[in-house]
C-alpha cells in the first residue's frame, strides 16, 4: 500500500470515529425517545434496534447513494410522534390486561415498512418534489410541535414518568431531570457560541469521561439510588426470548394499532420531509447535486430493510453527513466504517447502553428539540406575516395539546382557507386591452386603420389566466362591469380568451352566467376563443352556451375572434375593392404614375386558389410578392399538428420582403384564405430596376423599410400588451 493510499485510509478512519459519536447520539436518543415511561425496560431492545439500523442503513446507502459522504441515523425528531403512538398502546394495553411489547413491536416494525413503502412510492412516482407543495407553515408547525414532543420526552427519558406540565411545579421532579437540562443547555448554548457540527460529539465524549472519572474517583453517584436514577436499567431478555414467549401473537392488539394508523402515517411523512428537507439543505451545504426522487427510492428500500430486520426507521443525517465531510471524507467506506463499529458494538451487546447516564440522552434530546424549535418557530418570526406564523403557532398549541394528527388538520384547514381568500383577491387576467390599442394580425388599408382606431373601444379584450373558480370569475364580473361603466364609447363586443386558463371549476359557471345576463342587458356580444372541450362542457352544463346563442359566439382563437368583431366595427368599410386598395397602396409609396406602370411591368401574375401555399418556411427565397386581390396569410404549424395564423395580408402588401432583403431561407409559410393574385419580382428583375430606375429603386426600399418599422412597431406593441396590467383595478 502506498503512503497516498495509507493517508487516504487514515483520513477516512478519522472521519468516521469523529462521525461516530454523533451516530450514536442520535440512534441512541431515538431509542430512549421510543423506549421511555412504561417501556424503559425495553430500552436495551431499542438499542438492539437502533444499531441494527445503523448498520443496514450505512451499508446500503454507502454504495446507493449520490452522496458518496451519506450517513444514515434514527432520528429522534420524528421518532417523537412514535413515542406518542406507543405510550398510548401501552396504556390501553395496560389498562386491557395485554402484555405490552408484542403490540409495541409490531407497531414499531410496521410503521418502519410504512414509511419505506411511502418513500419508494414518492421516489417511484417522481414526486420528490412534493415538499414544495406543502404549504410552509403547516410543515414548520409540524416540525416545531415534534420538538415540543422531543422535550416532553427529555422528562421522560431523565425520571421515567411520563412527562405533564404539573410535573414542573413539583421539586422533586425537578431534582431528578435538571442534569439533563443542564448538559441540555450547555450543548445549545456551545452550539450558538461555537456553530460546528464537530462541537456535540466533542462535548458527548467530554461528558463521558468526566462522568466516569468521578466515578472512578467514587465522589460522584455513590449511592445505588443515584445509580439506579441517572443510569438505564433493562431487562435481561433477548428479542428472540421476548417473540417466542407464548401466545406471543395473541397478545397483539390489532384493533388499536388500527386506531393508530393515521398517527403512523404522519410519522413516515415526516420522516419523507425529513428526508427531503436535509437533501435539499445538503444541495446547498455541501455543494452536490441530489436527486430527491432517487433517494427518495433508496430511503424507502432501507426502511424496508430495517423494517424486516427488526430495525428504527432511518434517514439521512445532515449533521453527521456534513460533519464526515467537513472530516476530510469524500469516500464510502467512511458509512461502511461507522456500520462496522456499530456492528462491534452489537456483537459486545445491546446492554451496553447502561453504561449511558440518562443526562446525556435527555440532554441531547434538549439540544434536537432547541435546534428544531429555533428553525422552525422562533426564526420563522422575522420570515413569516402573522398570519403564516398564526398558523405555525396554532398547530403547535393544538398539536400539544390534543393531538399532532388534530393539529396538522386545523393548520391545513387554516392555509386552505387563506389560499381561497388571498387567490380570490387576484384578477385571473393576463392583459385587458380596447380593440383601438390591441389589433388581429390582419394588415387593412390604411383607411380603415384609422377607422379601428376611432372606433376600435367598441371592443374589449381580455386574456384570461389560472384557475376560474367562484371567487376569480366573480372578480372578473366586476371587472367587466368597471369597463363598461367606465368607457364613454358605447362597448359593444367583449371578447374573452381561454388559451390560459388551466380550468373552470363548477361554480365558475355561475358567475360567468352573470356575465352572460349582463351581456344581454346592455346589448353586448361576447366572443370566447380558445375554448377547449373541457371548458366547453363546463360552459354547457351552466347553462352559459345554447345552440344559436345570439349573445356568445365561438371562435378557434384570438386572432381570429378579434379578426370577426374588426370587420362588425368596419362594417361595409370591411370590404374595400382589391383594385382600390391596391392602387390607394401603390399612390402612397410610388407617386409617380409613370414610376408605377414601369414597377408594374416588371412583376409576373401568379393565381392562387384557396389553401394553397405560396410558398413554405425553408424555401429559398428568389422573389418578392404582391397581393393584387383576396388575402394571404403567415401561418405556422404548432408541435400539435395545429395551424397558427401570424398575420393575415390583403391586396396591397408585400410578402417575403425578409427572405428576399437579407437572402436568407423563408422564416414562415404563407397560404392563401382566399382565392387570390399575386406580382411576383423576381431577383433578376430586381436587380435589372435597381440597375436602370435608381429613382423608382429608391422607391422600392424605402417602401420596404417603412414595412420593416411598422411591423417592428406592432411586434414591440404586442410585446406592451402582453406584459400590461389589467386597464382597472378590481374594486
Known sequence: MTKTQVSSAASITKAALMTLPLVLSFSFASSAVIFSGPLAPYFAMGARAALISIIVSNVIAAWRSQCSFHISTPDPTPHAILSTILLALSTQCIATGHAIFPTVFITIVGSTLLTGLLCYSVGRLKLGNIIRYVPYPVLAGFIAATGVLLFKDAGTVMSGITFSYSQLLQTDYLLQIYPGILYGLLLCAARLKYDNVATVPILLITALIITYSCLAANSFLDTPYALDAYFFKTNDYSLMQLISMPHFSEQIQWPLILKQSGYMLSFAALILFTLLLNDSNLEAEAHVKVDLDHESRLTGFINACCGVSTGLTSVLNLGATTLNKQAGSTSRWSASIVAAFAGILLLIGPQIVTFIPKYLISGFLIYVAFITIRRWL??????????????????????????????????????????????????????????????????????????????????????????????????????????????TETLNYILLDFKLVDALDASAGFSLLKIKQFAEEHEILLIFTHINDQHLNKLKQAHILDEHDPIIKIFPDLDYGITWCEEQILGHKAHLNDTERLQDELKTRLSDPKMRDTFLSYLEQLSLPRDQYLFYENDEANDLYLIAAGRLSVVHKTSDGHIQRLRAMGAGSIIGELGFYMNVKRTASIAAELDSKVYKLSFAKFWEINNNYPDLALALHTWIVQLFAERLVHASHELEVLYAPPMFENE
Do not use: C
Open 378 to 487: 422562533f426564526q420563522a418570526w422575522s420570515e413569516l406575516s402573522m398570519v403564516d406564523y398564526g398558523i405555525i403557532v396554532t398547530i403547535l398549541i393544538v398539536a400539544d395539546f390534543w393531538g399532532v394528527l388534530q393539529g396538522i388538520s386545523i393548520g391545513l384547514a387554516i392555509s386552505s382557507i387563506q389560499f381561497i381568500i388571498n387567490y380570490s383577491r387576484i384578477l385571473p387576467i393576463k392583459f385587458s386591452m380596447p380593440g383601438s390599442q390591441y389589433h388581429s394580425n390582419v394588415l387593412y388599408a390604411t383607411s380603415q386603420r384609422k377607422h379601428l382606431e376611432q372606433k376600435g373601444m367598441q371592443l374589449h379584450v381580455i386574456k384570461l389566466q389560472g384557475y376560474l373558480f367562484f371567487g376569480t370569475s366573480h372578480n372578473l364580473l366586476d371587472y367587466i362591469q368597471s369597463i363598461q361603466k367606465k368607457f
